[in-house]
């Protein structure tokens, strides 16, 4: 931006440049004709750095959305600190600073959210004596959260595609904030399709999965938490009084905590970083707004059967989870009569070991990218781990209870975030946003029915009968995957565009105009180029 040309050689530049490049000088204009930054010379081209926009600059309309799709992305020159650059096609590639912190934000407040979605179910015999309802409407206050998902998955995903991601964090901590005080369901719907979507937007393609991990690990830790917690906070006590003030008690806390953190993604969420964090995501965010359409988006996925097929399968997965979670208490409490902060503990130990099966799913993702295999081996141990879990509950000692659920949770609860990324490999360059909601939409759906199924079979039949029940969508789930076809379509984008980088080296625009009065300027003598052959 410093160099001064004269005015005719200003004029002539950038078509010259453009040309040498590789690119439809006319084409470019038109695309960059919106830029709100600099004189048409200083504005990019489609293979190398020209110039950058202040910092914090917009980036066109819609480049902040999940998945960045509309304005393009322009570049600066690399500074230190960024560990995955690269002058790619589609812009310069460097992870942020702030992803880390982002991401402990939005765990946070998904922690709260999880937690006030299991506090009734990890002591509902408690609630049923305060309330005095039966155990069905006490499963409803979980339901309730699963039921809220279905009908507002798509306009909360649309609005996610179109507005960004720091709207829907707002939203999404704002109403478990007020929720805490009044009602929190509808918060679910901000928060659980956002895993994928933050790790696309924010970490480079070393750590997607990992950070994926680490976004749906808030989540069942809050879950941990909501089956720890109540049971200590929330004694079994027969005086009625004293029962409320310890209800109310845990209700302040977790409204005082869910303000904090709204307050925090106020101050701290941002939409996105500077730079595309992944060549991927530059692919992406070349990718002009016209060109996009969230209904075909939805109808695009929908037409892809190995999409449709981790779908269902995922459906299965999670709602086997959910209904799981909701019915522990009840499970235990009919085997170890009085044990209920034990019943808490268990939950809290089948999610734990889940938190760390996700944190190694992630991790071994991101180093061997076999999505497939591991999904299907994770998805086997599931059903292996339920059916050892089924056969165990009942013999009469509890330490056998936390070992089986410990191995059944690492795997089950571990799946979660393998899901997500699956679902992003094989629907690249579709918002992660959509395909993760819409794979929420299914477990929401069978965790519904899972769980007022397998209630009435335990009431009617016993704990046995209805977790077999569990056992059989389990073994159907597991012989769907086997079906899956492993398309990694986001995978092979970034090896396409390493590929070309490595073959098609793009030159700073700067440096050729600086070459202007030069006869061989020293930064193209490597490549043999002449003054004439760059048409300056």
Known sequence: PSLSLPPQQRA??????????????????HSTAATPWGPPEARGSPRGPVSAPPHGAPRGPGAARCGGRGGRSLQEPAEPGGDERGPGVAGEVRVSRRRWVVLLLFSSYSL???????????????????????????????????LTYIPLLFPVAWLLDRRGLRLIALTGSALNALGAWVICSLAQVFILGMPSCIASVWFGSRE??????????????GIALGFLVPPVLVPNVE?????????SIMFFMTAGVATALFILVVIVFKEKPPYPPSQAQALIQSRPTVEYSYVQSI???????????????????????????????RMVIHHYPGEEVNAGRIGLTLVLSGMAGALISGLWLDRTKTYKQTTLVVYIMSLVGM???????????????????????????????????FAAELTYPESEGTSSGL?????????????????????????????????????????????????????QANVESERTVSKSPSIPVAHLLLAQDNPQPPSLLGMGLSLSEVQL
Not at 209 to 218: E, K, L, M
Not at 395 to 419: D, I, K
Not at 456 to 479: E, H, P, V, W
Request: charged share 10%.
């Open 12 to 29: 002539t530049a950038p078509g010259k440049v453009l040309r040498f490049l590789g690119a439809d000088p006319g084409a470019e204009a």
């Open 112 to 146: 709260c959210n999880a937690f006030q979605w299991i506090q009734y179910g990890s002591i509902s015999n408690v609630f049923m004596r305060f309330y005095g309802v039966s155990a069905f409407a006490i499963d409803w206050l979980s339901m309730c959260y699963m």
């Open 208 to 221: 997607v999965s990992t950070a994926c991990s680490i976004a749906v690990f808030g989540n069942q830790l």
């Open 239 to 247: 005086n009625v009084e004293k029962l409320a003030y310890h209800i």
């Open 299 to 329: 109808l695009r996925l929908l037409r892809n059967t190995s999409f449709v097929l981790l779908m269902v399968t995922y459906g299965l997965n999670t709602g086997c989870f959910y209904s799981l979670s909701t019915l522990l208490n």
């Open 387 to 421: 059916i050892v879990y089924t056969f165990t509950l009942s013999l009469g000692h509890l330490w056998v209870v936390f070992v089986t659920a410990g191995v059944l949770g690492f795997f089950m609860t571990g799946y979660l975030p393998l899901g997500f990324e």
């Open 439 to 491: 794979l929420n939409v299914s477990a929401q759906i069978f965790g519904i029915a899972f769980t007022i199924s397998q209630g009435q079979i335990m009431d009617r039949y016993g704990t046995k009968a209805g977790n077999l029940f569990l056992c059989s969508f389990l073994l159907l789930g597991t012989i769907m995957t086997a079906f899956i076809k492993a398309d990694l379509r986001r995978q």
